[in-house]
């Protein structure tokens, strides 16, 4: 946070509207921005607009964004910098649990009595959230943190273990953690069997991740991931919170799941102080996913299904909904380069 003063500077901001780089009025520019998506929507239909967002707006202006493009325009093409930010945590949630939800709040970081960060800088990334577990573990100090992360960054300053993973070693540390709570019997039959499905397919896989294998696809030494297993294992309220160390990956979906997995064996979610938590790289991509603002999905949480197309037009009072899923921000890019997309927002 050392130089967020340097946002509050003026210099650089756009104050007020321009038209081919001269200073307009709010009502001649938006006026343009109808005439230019009206003329292209008559010409060519309406998927040859598109919105792209940014996770710097407000959730109501994500809502209002999403409702006029896929509610009025009739095109689902508004996807936003979620898709390239937090694309590895939306997919890894809807495979876990059907829709991109995050199952914690951030008092549970004030009440769990263990924190594993992984990919995250929280001291740098996160500021404000970080002063906040720094003075919970301040205020409890039996409360543990593990950072899991290639550097020894700010954060590790509060740490009481640091596994220095080598990239893309978290699926098998998580993967080594599964077979570790299975080994010890720290199974939660009862949430397994009215909760989950797939358990014994991940345990197959996990079977041959052992100790020392992890040690060595992960370059962490076996003692360390042992201490740590051993922790998680003891400790019943856990929280896993990870970011873009995580999500910037070309394995990021899985090692999302292998997360979650960890998470949902033990029972360890949907309580206070424990659960997986993903902390995202702008400031709303949360907001914006919780009301539609991408592509693949229609509006809160729900997919082009013909009943919640039904359900939404009938809220929103219109009969244009899109019916069908639009372009994703890289699509979206690539339309523009083809001049496919002649108007874009």
């Known amino acids: 946070g050392s130089a967020l003063g340097e946002t509050l500077s003026l210099e650089g901001r756009l104050l007020h509207p321009e038209i081919n780089g001269n200073r307009a009025g709010w009502g ?7 005439t230019k998506f009206r003329q292209a929507i008559d010409e060519y239909g309406p998927n040859s607009v598109a919105i792209y967002g940014s996770g710097q707006l407000l959730t109501e202006d994500y ?20 898709r390239l930010c937090m694309a590895s945590s939306v997919a890894g949630h809807k495979r876990a649990f059907g829709s991109d939800t995050v199952p914690g709040n951030y008092e549970d970081l004030e009440l769990t009595d263990l924190v594993v960060l992984v990919g995250s800088n929280l001291a740098w990334c996160h500021p404000v959230l970080y002063q906040r577990l720094a003075a919970a573990k301040a205020t409890r100090p039996n409360m543990r ?28 540390l998580f993967v080594g953690l599964l077979a570790h709570l299975s080994r010890h ?42 201490r740590f297993y051993e922790w998680f294992a003891a400790t019943e309220k856990a929280v896993t919170l990870y970011s873009q160390g995580v999500n910037q990956s070309a394995a990021g979906t899985d090692k999302v799941n292998a997360i979650i997995n960890c998470h949902l064996f033990t029972g360890r979610i949907g309580r206070k102080g424990m659960g997986p938590f993903s902390v995202t790289g702008q400031p709303n991509a949360m907001g914006g996913r919780e009301v539609g603002g991408l592509a693949n999905m229609l509006a809160a949480h ?6 919640a197309i039904d359900r939404v037009g009938r809220f929103w009072g219109t009969s244009a909904v899109a019916t069908n899923p639009g372009l994703i921000a890289v699509d979206i890019f690539a339309a523009m380069a083809r001049g496919e997309i002649k108007a874009v927002w």
């Open 28 to 34: 001649e520019a938006l006026d343009l921005v109808a």
């Open 63 to 82: 809502y209002v964004a999403n409702k006029l493009m896929k509610g009025f325009v009739g095109t689902a093409n508004i996807d936003t910098n979620s």
């Open 145 to 172: 943190v593990v950072v899991i992360d290639p550097r020894r960054t700010a954060t590790v300053d509060i740490a009481d273990l640091h596994l220095p993973i080598q990239s893309d070693g978290d699926s098998a």
């Open 185 to 226: 019997g720290l199974a939660d039959q009862r949430f397994l069997e009215e909760h989950t499905s797939g358990a014994e397919a991940a345990l197959i896989v996990a079977e041959d991740w052992p100790v020392d294998r992890v040690a060595t696809a992960s370059g962490v030494p076996a003692e360390d991931i042992a």
């Open 302 to 307: 729900m997919d082009f299904t013909e009943e």
